[in-house]
């Protein structure tokens, strides 16, 4: 009789049924399912100048940066790389004016509304777990959400009709306190109950709609918006100077000091606001080193599949010549002289002014962060894309221009 129990037991174990513990490599293949994958960082973000070409755009890029440094316009870091290789990386200037600590590529800045692309990130990542369906409605994670017909998506490309939070707080908010995520819903429903438009009727830029995604990240993942990037984003891409503001706790290890100017004042620092506790639409500081390292996992199936990122730099309305630009999923899509598209996003802060540019169509990556929020940068950016441009297609179109006018109403 034992040795039949025996015979059975191996019968039914080569049939596949078995009562002993679970197959091992089923545990294991679900369990790194949810675990995201680490993107190695490059040995060096020193530039790399391979061929005269290389040199000459290292050498345009150094005096158009160091004309807009000396004439004032321009206190911070600047990255530009082609095809995953950096050819300049600097920083100028100042992290602090009162004890002129000399800038270095480690010091973080506040990226303002270039946070945005972050955030929207995170939410594809949980698109892609299967956690978040973004034509779902906002009220489907959010219960409590004011706005009962607003989808996921509208928040995605400005298009919910929300009102801004900044705007009703700036009137009805004691700032003598910070404001958080969790008062944007009383808040709203007590002072502006109405959606503006039609969700999804038009492209209306608003705040509000990152920092409620912010909201969802939390309350799907059951775990705090900068924790989740900070496992799902930061550390798996080896962003090790990046990190969520947080109000309770602010973070002064290499954070640069925000500044602003007038004839009256001169330079003066930008302090602490009443609406930095609000994250997901602004609240990310980092490097334009690690901001790199972001740009590079666009193009890396390990972070997000290839048709996500399709989806993600796809314009919500089809270009015509009366729509030039539109938003997609956390990047403003722009079309160029040539037809072809770059996603890019820029913000504004109190202190500070920066742009991310992602120009996938040409692998081009230009980073420019800049702790002084007075003045206007797009000038020397757009001398950059153009000369970078031209120098690329020198054989092909001598004549081929290169005009864009970036967004600043951030």
């Known amino acids: 009789m034992k040795n039949i129990k025996l015979i059975l037991v191996f019968l039914l174990s080569l049939s596949g049924i078995s009562f002993m513990t679970p197959i091992p490599w089923t545990e294991i293949n679900l369990e790194k399912e949810n675990e995201p994958e680490f993107i190695e960082a490059p040995s060096s973000f020193s530039a790399i100048l391979n061929c005269h070409t290389d040199s000459c755009k290292f050498r345009e890029i150094d005096r158009i940066v160091q004309d807009a440094y000396e004439k004032g316009r ?24 009162k004890d002129k600590s000399p800038l270095e590529n480690q010091w973080r800045f506040q990226l303002a509304s270039t946070s945005k692309p972050f955030t929207a990130m995170a939410i594809m990542k949980l698109q892609e777990a299967g956690k978040i369906d973004i034509n779902q409605l906002v009220s489907t994670y959010l219960p409590d959400f004011p706005y009962p017909t607003v989808t996921v998506r509208n928040l995605l490309q400005h298009r919910s009709g929300i009102p801004n939070y900044i705007y009703v ?4 908010w004691d700032y003598r306190k910070p ?41 799907v993942s059951g775990e705090k918006f900068a924790t989740f990037l900070q496992k799902n984003i930061f550390t798996p891409l080896n962003m090790h100077h990046t990190f969520v503001y947080d109000y309770t706790h602010p973070q002064k290890d290499s954070v640069v000091t925000g500044y602003s100017y007038s004839r009256q004042r001169g330079h003066y620092e930008r302090p602490n606001d009443y609406l930095d506790g609000v994250v997901g639409d602004k609240g990310i500081y980092s ?13 890396d199936s390990r972070f997000l599949h290839p048709q996500t990122i399709d989806s993600v730099l796809t314009p919500a309305i089809p270009f015509d010549q009366n729509h030039v630009s539109d938003y997609g999923l956390g990047f403003r899509i722009k079309r160029q002289d040539n037809d072809q598209q770059l996603a890019y996003h820029n913000g504004w802060w109190k202190g500070f002014r920066t742009f991310f540019i992602h120009d996938y169509q040409n692998k081009r990556t230009l980073i420019w962060l800049n702790n002084r929020s007075d003045i206007t940068v797009t000038p020397y950016i757009n001398s950059i894309l153009q000369y970078t441009l031209e120098n690329n297609h020198t054989e092909t179109n001598n004549n081929q221009e290169y005009r864009e006018d970036y967004g600043s109403n951030e």
């Open 74 to 97: 321009f206190n911070g870091q600047i990255l530009y790389a082609e095809n995953g290789k950096i050819l300049y990386n600097e920083s100028f200037g100042y992290a602090n004016l």
């Open 169 to 172: 707080a700036d009137k009805h």
């Open 179 to 219: 404001i958080t995520n969790n008062d944007l819903t009383p808040l709203l429903q007590k002072y502006a109950p109405r959606l503006e438009f039609t969700p999804g009727r038009t492209f209306k830029y608003c705040n509000s709609n990152y920092a409620y995604l912010a909201c969802i990240i939390e309350a």
């Open 287 to 299: 490097t334009a080193e690690d901001l790199f390292l972001f740009d590079r996992a666009l193009y």
